[in-house]
């Protein structure tokens, strides 16, 4: 039998009732929310916590998908406890970033899917996470709020590695910003070994284009490396250029070779840099037909 260690708990009333409760609890505190991370690693005690907040009443204030304009620029903001579920089927994100319904489509089950959460992906910090590689694609903004305020954080800085963020003890991830720009285009492309599972490797790819040529691009795997992996160098080989099938298979080869898989019982490393460049030629592809208005 797995069960936790004893601990203690406590339903938030609000975003500041809940950091609140942080701060006095200290580094031994965590919060939960849909729970399929953090209620198995406490039964196998992987994670030995003194106290849990739960933030699950917290939807009115942490769970909506909206396009606003904030601080001059376009966005859409989705607040961190919007579940799997919503992501899957909004149709905002779906017009504007189908990247997102192609990797809700591959996420685990309807049973995660229905209470897992944005903020609890990418808080998981898991190198095989399919949302925080989305973000990445995206180049989203990450909101964090603390007693002190609210701060920033671009994607890129978010993980500092596996399973570490930049949420302090005493902070809660409230939001992230994905920045609305013309010309867009995403997929997502995964392979696993059976349906809903973590990634063997999966890749997301996002292009701006403006007059059939790559203004932007820019990919990022998952399940390759120590955390979700940016490729800035394949951005840099499309910019300025019209999409090509040479293009799109120099980008696959600059993924290959700037990721770092290690061999496991999902497969070895060279079959995961396989991986990496097929997958990020796939998700090129249907990424530069959308931007196109070839199909979603």
């Given at each position: 039998?797995?069960?936790?260690?004893?601990?203690?708990?406590?339903?938030?009333?609000?975003?500041?009732?809940?950091?609140?409760?942080?701060?006095?609890?200290?580094?031994?505190?965590?919060?939960?929310?849909?729970?399929?991370?953090?209620?198995?690693?406490?039964?196998?005690?992987?994670?030995?916590?003194?106290?849990?907040?739960?933030?699950?009443?917290?939807?009115d204030e942490l769970s909506y998908v909206r396009r606003e304009t904030v601080d001059?620029?376009?966005?859409?903001?989705?607040?961190?406890?919007?579940?799997?579920?919503?992501?899957?089927?909004?149709?905002?994100?779906?017009?504007?970033f189908p990247i997102f319904r192609d990797a809700e489509r591959v996420i685990a089950d309807p049973v995660v899917r229905n209470r897992g959460t944005l903020g609890g992906s990418l808080c998981q910090a898991d190198p095989s996470e399919d949302l925080s590689a989305v973000c990445s694609t995206l180049d989203a903004l990450c909101v964090i709020r603390g007693s002190a305020g609210t701060r920033v954080v671009p994607m890129r800085d978010f993980h500092r590695g596996p399973y570490e963020t930049a949420v302090a003890d005493a902070e809660l991830l409230v939001e992230v910003r994905v920045p609305v720009r013309p010309g867009a285009g995403s997929a997502?492309?995964?392979?696993?070994?059976?349906?809903?599972?973590?990634?063997?490797v999966s890749a997301g790819a996002a292009v701006w284009l403006d007059g059939g040529t790559i203004?932007?691009?820019?990919?990022?795997?998952?399940a390759v490396g120590p955390h979700t992996t940016d490729l800035p160098a394949v951005g840099e080989e499309?910019?300025?250029?019209?999409?090509?099938?040479?293009?799109?298979?120099?980008?696959?080869?600059?993924?290959?070779a700037g990721c770092e898989?290690?061999?496991?019982?999902?497969?070895?490393?060279?079959?995961?840099?396989?991986?990496?460049?097929?997958?990020?030629?796939?998700?090129?592809?249907r990424a530069v037909a959308r931007a196109l208005g070839a199909t979603h």
């Amino acid at each position: 039998m797995q069960v936790p260690a004893p601990f203690e708990y406590e339903r938030a009333t609000s975003v500041d009732h809940a950091i609140a409760l942080l701060e006095q609890r200290g580094d031994g505190a965590r919060v939960i929310a849909g729970g399929h991370s953090l209620l198995p690693m406490m039964k196998l005690r992987l994670a030995n916590l003194e106290y849990v907040v739960d933030i699950n009443d917290l939807g009115d204030e942490l769970s909506y998908v909206r396009r606003e304009t904030v601080d001059g620029a376009d966005v859409v903001r989705i607040g961190a406890l919007t579940r799997h579920r919503d992501l899957l089927e909004s149709e905002l994100l779906a017009d504007l970033f189908p990247i997102f319904r192609d990797a809700e489509r591959v996420i685990a089950d309807p049973v995660v899917r229905n209470r897992g959460t944005l903020g609890g992906s990418l808080c998981q910090a898991d190198p095989s996470e399919d949302l925080s590689a989305v973000c990445s694609t995206l180049d989203a903004l990450c909101v964090i709020r603390g007693s002190a305020g609210t701060r920033v954080v671009p994607m890129r800085d978010f993980h500092r590695g596996p399973y570490e963020t930049a949420v302090a003890d005493a902070e809660l991830l409230v939001e992230v910003r994905v920045p609305v720009r013309p010309g867009a285009g995403s997929a997502y492309e995964k392979v696993e070994r059976r349906a809903g599972d973590w990634a063997v490797v999966s890749a997301g790819a996002a292009v701006w284009l403006d007059g059939g040529t790559i203004v932007d691009a820019r990919v990022g795997l998952a399940a390759v490396g120590p955390h979700t992996t940016d490729l800035p160098a394949v951005g840099e080989e499309l910019r300025g250029r019209a999409p090509s099938e040479e293009l799109v298979a120099r980008a696959g080869a600059l993924a290959a070779a700037g990721c770092e898989p290690a061999t496991d019982q999902r497969g070895t490393a060279e079959y995961k840099r396989h991986l990496a460049d097929q997958l990020t030629r796939r998700a090129l592809r249907r990424a530069v037909a959308r931007a196109l208005g070839a199909t979603h």
